[in-house]
C-alpha cells in the first residue's frame, strides 16, 4: 500500500480497496484505497508492486488483531493487511487455497475470528470457513443454502446468511458449533425470515448483511432498491433508502455507528450512499463511474470501516483497470473529484456512473445487458 497525491497507479498488480473517510458523510474510490479527510488526493492502495496482487471482493476490518483482510477472488486467498498498509500474509488452508470463490467476510467481534462465504466449491460441500483473529484456519461448514454474504450476530457468534443465487428472498439465521478436535463445524437453523414481495420489510433480491452493536440486521435488498432492517428475533422493523437515493444493484452495507451513520454500495451508480442511522435520511455520496480521482471502475464490493472512521471499499472491477483514485465529502452530500469542481452526476445519470441496467462498466465503456447483471 502507498500515499501518494495525483496520478493512477498503471502498475498495480491487480485491484485495490480504497478507504474513504467522511466528515458527516464522505466520497469515493475505487479499488481498496483511502482517502485521507483533509489531503485532498491521498490515497492508500492495497497491492502494489512488491505485495501479492489483489483482486478485492470480499473485505473486513477486525477490531480484535486491528488488521483488514481482503478476499482476492482470483487467486483464492484471504490476503491480512494493517490498516498502514504493510501486507501481512495469507490465511491458512489445508489445500494451500480457499476451496470455492472467497466471497464476503464477517468478524465475530467477541474474539476477532473470520467467517468467509464460500461460493461455488468444486470438490466437497464447505459453504462457509471459519479463521482465528490471525488467519488460521479452524473449521469448515457445509449447508444446503449457497452463500455469497454473511453477517454475525455480536452477542451470541450466529450466523446470518441470505440466499445466494436461489430464490434470494430468505435470510437464515445459524448457530455455529464445533466438536472438539473436528475442523468440521455444524451450523444449526435457529430462525428464518421469509418475506417475499415488492412492499415495505419484504425481499425480493437480498445481497450484502451487517449486524449493529444492538443486535439488528441490515439487509441490502437489490430487488426493491432498499435496505431492510430486522430486529435480532426477525421481525422487521424499517426500511432504509429507495429509488430516489439508490440506483440499484446494491452490495456491501458497513455501519459506523459512533458516527451514526449506515455506508450502502450502489454498485449501479458506482457509488457508496451515507444515511443517518438516527433519522434513516440520505447523509451524502462517495464515487463515481470511471478511472478517475474518487471514481470505480465498477461499483464496489464488500465495505468495511475502521476505528478512524475511514471507509474502505473493494473495487470489484479494477482487477482488469487497477487505477485508484480518491476525493474528499465537501459537506453538502455532493461529492466532488477529479480536476477542481468536477462534481459526481446524480444517482442514475451518465455523469454518476452508469445508468440503472447498465450493469457493466468496462473503464469508461457501458455494456447494457439483458437484464441486471448481479452475479452475488
Given at each position: 500500500m502507498q500515499t501518494r497525491p495525483g496520478p493512477a497507479f498503471d502498475r498495480l498488480v491487480a485491484v485495490v480497496v480504497v478507504a474513504l473517510t467522511w466528515l458527516f458523510a464522505g466520497p469515493a474510490t475505487a479499488g481498496i484505497a483511502r482517502t485521507d479527510e483533509l489531503p485532498r488526493y491521498a490515497q492508500r492502495v492495497l497491492a502494489a508492486p512488491t505485495s501479492p496482487g489483489l483482486a478485492a471482493w470480499g473485505l473486513a476490518y477486525n477490531p480484535v488483531s486491528d488488521e483488514l483482510a481482503a478476499g482476492d477472488y482470483v487467486a483464492k486467498q484471504v490476503r491480512r493487511y494493517s490498516r498502514a498498509g504493510a501486507y501481512l500474509g495469507d490465511f491458512t488452508n489445508p489445500g494451500g487455497a480457499v476451496?470455492?470463490?472467497?466471497?464476503a467476510l464477517t468478524i465475530d467481534p467477541r474474539d476477532g475470528s473470520y467467517y468467509l462465504a464460500v461460493t461455488g466449491a468444486a470438490t466437497q460441500p464447505i459453504d462457509v470457513v471459519k479463521y482465528s483473529a490471525t488467519g488460521r484456519f479452524i473449521a469448515k461448514f457445509g449447508i444446503t443454502q449457497k452463500v455469497a454474504w454473511l453477517?454475525?450476530?455480536p452477542s451470541t457468534g450466529d450466523l446470518w446468511i441470505p440466499d445466494a443465487f436461489g430464490g434470494r428472498t430468505t435470510i437464515k439465521r445459524y448457530a455455529v458449533?464445533?466438536?472438539?478436535g473436528s475442523t468440521t463445524g455444524r451450523l444449526t437453523l435457529k430462525l428464518t425470515i421469509k418475506r417475499p414481495g415488492s412492499g415495505p420489510g419484504q425481499v425480493r433480491w437480498a445481497t450484502g448483511v451487517v449486524t449493529d452493536r444492538a443486535g439488528n440486521l441490515y439487509v441490502a435488498d437489490t430487488g426493491n432498491v432498499t435496505v431492510h432492517v430486522f430486529g435480532a428475533n426477525g421481525n422487521w422493523k424499517y426500511d432504509i433508502g429507495n429509488r430516489t437515493t439508490?440506483?440499484?444493484d446494491l452490495r456491501g452495507l458497513a455501519l459506523d455507528e459512533s458516527l451514526d451513520r449506515l455506508y450502502v454500495s450502489n454498485s449501479a451508480g458506482a457509488t457508496i450512499e451515507a444515511f443517518a442511522l438516527s433519522t434513516r435520511a440520505w447523509a451524502g455520496r462517495m464515487g463515481s463511474e470511471g478511472t478517475g480521482p474518487g471514481q470505480f471502475?465498477?461499483?464496489a464490493r464488500?465495505?468495511?470501516?475502521?476505528p478512524d472512521h475511514m471507509v474502505w471499499a473493494a473495487d470489484y472491477g479494477a482487477a482488469t483497470r487497477p487505477r485508484v483514485r480518491s476525493g474528499r465529502?465537501?459537506?453538502n452530500g455532493v461529492s466532488r473529484s477529479g480536476a477542481a469542481g468536477g462534481s459526481c452526476g446524480p444517482v442514475g445519470s451518465a455523469r454518476g456512473g452508469c445508468r440503472s441496467g447498465q450493469r457493466r462498466c468496462a473503464g469508461r465503456r457501458?455494456?447494457?445487458p439483458a437484464r441486471p447483471a448481479v452475479r452475488r
Open positions: 476451496p470455492g470463490v472467497a466471497s453477517a454475525v450476530d458449533s464445533i466438536p472438539t439508490l440506483t440499484g471502475v465498477d461499483g464488500q465495505l468495511a470501516v475502521g465529502h465537501t459537506g457501458l455494456v447494457r
